[in-house]
């Protein structure tokens, strides 16, 4: 293996990402959006969300910038082989049931917590399991990338009062929100 690709490893995805990109603050908010959407890029250079083809304006007009800045970004990822390793196998996680919790019968548990500190999904989700609630999705947030970093359990039919304050007794969590 690349010895400066495994330092880079090292030091941790986004900001190995973020020094690459850090005189060009367009491309950054470019390579932001690819992460957050699963956006891969094929050795030619073109970009796709499972096998969906991304239009560079589309992205482009997503991210702020122009599709010649999304298409210099894409040209850079396929001449980096740090990069390349990264944004050709990149997917989607795939749908996010958030917004939709009302109309499927569930509740979404969003946990405020340090996303540093071993064991917040243990823990959380053995409170869960002790009290019989099944978690249909799990999403957390990458710290290096979402500033106010959550876990956001989507979990089937309410969620009484009794649960939540064990929640909130969790050493580790800071706040609990929860929609139904």
Same mark, same amino acid.
């Given at each position: 293996?690349?010895?400066t690709a495994s330092k880079k490893q090292l030091k941790g995805l986004w900001p190995s990402i973020e020094r690459e990109f850090s005189r060009q603050s367009s491309r950054l908010k470019v390579v932001r959006k690819m992460l957050e959407y699963g956006i891969r890029v094929s050795e030619e250079g073109r970009l796709f969300v499972g096998g969906l083809e991304v239009d560079y304006s589309a992205l482009a007009r997503d991210a702020g910038t122009d599709r010649r800045v999304v298409k210099?970004?894409?040209t850079k990822i396929t001449e980096d082989k740090f990069l390349f390793s990264i944004f050709s196998g990149v997917t989607p996680v795939g749908a996010s049931l958030l917004h939709v919790v009302s109309s499927i019968g569930c509740s979404a548990i969003i946990i405020? @917590? #340090?996303p540093r500190a071993a064991g917040v999904i243990s823990k959380v989700t053995g409170v869960?399991?002790?009290?019989?609630?099944?978690?249909?999705?799990?999403? @957390? #947030?990458?710290?290096d990338m979402v500033r106010d970093a959550n876990?956001?359990?989507i979990?089937?039919?309410?969620?009484g009062g009794?649960?939540?304050?064990?929640?909130?007794?969790?050493?580790m969590v800071r706040g609990i929100t929860v929609r139904k």
């Open positions: 293996m690349d010895t210099q970004t894409a405020e @917590a #340090d869960l399991a002790r009290n019989g609630i099944v978690v249909r999705q799990a999403l @957390a #947030d990458d710290p876990l956001t359990l979990v089937e039919g309410p969620v009794s649960v939540i304050a064990e929640l909130e007794g969790l050493e």
